[in-house]
């Protein structure tokens, strides 16, 4: 595991490893379209959203939490790059998933996955961050290695693009997407995403272990929910 402790900023410490060309004027392509999961926005109202929280604000006064932890460190990046708890709402459900996003999930061909679903309200932003993947290490007791090398996350866009919705991946910014699009990127990519519209953004990820299945590995398709 890596020395954490000497790190003061997690986006600083990624670029010092050279993993990637940090250079935002690359036509770089950093991110892949997976398929189509049809009609997924008929399952919109089976959801029970949870209280809103934020990207920033935590952790609670009085909770004990690991300094050095990978959430942790990229809290600290997002609060000295000048984000604010206003600036970082959402509604992030992990718990409470309704079956039928649980079914779609399975069609994935991730194993052992995770699913979260996310409402981003308008003026919300989800900072420049990467994926840790860190629940579904957890639930899977992999290591650090083995979650870098072997698992995977499917961005699925739940709604048809709207004005000021935005996904951007790498140097690749996404829009005009159609409802139950798939994306996908490689482990550890840089993104942020950004709601500066007229209503609700509304995400679905799910995480877990890429196995031949996996729809990335298939050509691109529509399949009917």
């Known amino acids: 595991s890596y020395h954490m402790n000497k ?20 036509k770089s392509t950093d991110y892949q379209y997976v398929g189509r999961f049809e009609g997924i926005s008929r399952y919109i109202h089976l959801i ?7 990207g920033v604000s935590f952790p609670v006064d009085g909770e004990k939490v690991d300094e050095n932890s990978f959430p942790q460190l990229q809290k600290k990046d997002n609060l000295s790059w000048g984000y604010t708890p206003e600036a970082t709402r959402k509604y992030h459900l992990f718990d409470n998933i309704p079956d039928k996003f649980k079914e779609i999930a399975e069609l994935t061909g ?19 961050h990467y994926d840790t993947h860190y629940a579904v290490g957890q639930k899977n007791n992999l290591t650090e290695d ?6 995977k996350r499917y961005l ?70």
């Open 7 to 26: 790190i003061k900023s997690l986006f600083e410490y990624r670029k010092s490893l050279s993993d990637w060309h940090y250079d935002p004027l690359v």
């Open 48 to 54: 029970d959203w949870p209280s809103m929280t934020s």
């Open 110 to 128: 991730l194993s052992g996955h995770t699913i979260a679903i996310l409402k981003q309200p308008a003026g919300a932003t989800n900072p420049w």
């Open 146 to 151: 083995e979650i870098s090398k072997t698992t």
């Open 156 to 225: 699925i866009m739940l709604e048809d693009w709207h004005w000021g919705h935005f996904v951007q991946i790498g140097n690749n910014v996404l829009s005009q997407w159609k409802a139950g699009d798939i994306f996908t990127w490689p482990f550890g990519m840089w993104h942020t995403s950004a709601n500066a519209g007229i209503k609700a953004k509304l995400t679905m990820q799910v995480t877990g272990t890429v196995s031949e299945n996996s729809l990335h590995n298939l050509s691109n398709f529509k399949i009917k929910v």
